[in-house]
């Protein structure tokens, strides 16, 4: 029989093997459980999911540090191709009565955004602040049963006015903010630099229950 802390090592490299990195670990008491998550590359943010292709449901915590009081944090789907424009994304901001609200915008450019519908039916949608931290919880709808890949895009912005983001900086911390999200595999893929196209698989933590 194997010594205690020979156990002990395996399990620690099992661990690692699974997760990669202590992705997560900043995030862990939401009210729901979900099947992956990830920190992502840039803007100090992380990303939880759990999806069913056979009804194309799709549940996100998205997470990342409110970049001021004022600011607001984005999470979208781009269906069309990488990047921004054709973005049909989720943001999060608090209200002028202090309470957090989340609105859906199609992101068409780098102009002033209206809030519009979306590419997804949102079923349900909130946000919470705590520790430095804006989370948009959100249950939505694919139009397409059966995929597993979307284009993702995630931003941070510096201020909301009367009710209406203003534009985000363009550091290259925010350009940087995309990627392929694989849903079922949860792998992450993204560029490495505006000007390379080489790609990243980031490994995740998998958060399956076992009962």
């Known amino acids: ?21 202590m992705a997560c670990s900043s995030h ?3 009210d729901k459980k979900y099947s992956f998550c990830t920190d992502l590359p840039v ?26 009081p004022k600011g607001w944090v984005s999470w979208a789907i781009n269906p069309y191709k990488t990047g921004m424009g054709g973005s049909q994304a989720l943001l999060a901001f608090v209200n002028s ?10 992101i068409t450019g780098y102009g002033p955004v209206t809030e519009s519908g979306v ?12 520790d430095g931290y804006m989370t948009i919880f959100a249950t939505v709808v694919l139009p397409e049963k059966g995929l597993t890949t979307v284009n993702h895009v995630w931003q941070v912005g510096p201020l909301v006015t009367d009710g209406k983001p203003n534009v985000h900086e363009f550091k290259p911390e925010n350009l940087k903010a995309k990627g392929k ?9 993204y560029q490495k630099s505006n000007f390379d196209s080489l790609t990243r698989k980031k490994n995740v933590r998998i958060l399956y229950s076992i009962f």
Do not use: C
């Open 1 to 21: 029989m194997a010594p205690a802390s020979h156990i002990l090592i395996l399990s620690l490299l099992v661990t690692l093997l699974l997760t990669g990195s």
């Open 28 to 30: 862990k008491n939401f």
């Open 43 to 68: 803007l100090d943010s992380t990303i939880h999911w759990s999806y069913n292709p056979n009804e194309a449901v799709l549940s996100i915590a998205f997470s990342a540090r409110q970049p001021s």
């Open 97 to 106: 009565d202090g309470k957090m609200n989340v609105k859906t915008y199609n």
């Open 119 to 130: 590419w997804y039916r949102v079923e349900d949608s909130y946000a919470k602040y705590s």
């Open 181 to 189: 999200l694989d849903l079922m595999k949860g792998q992450i893929v």
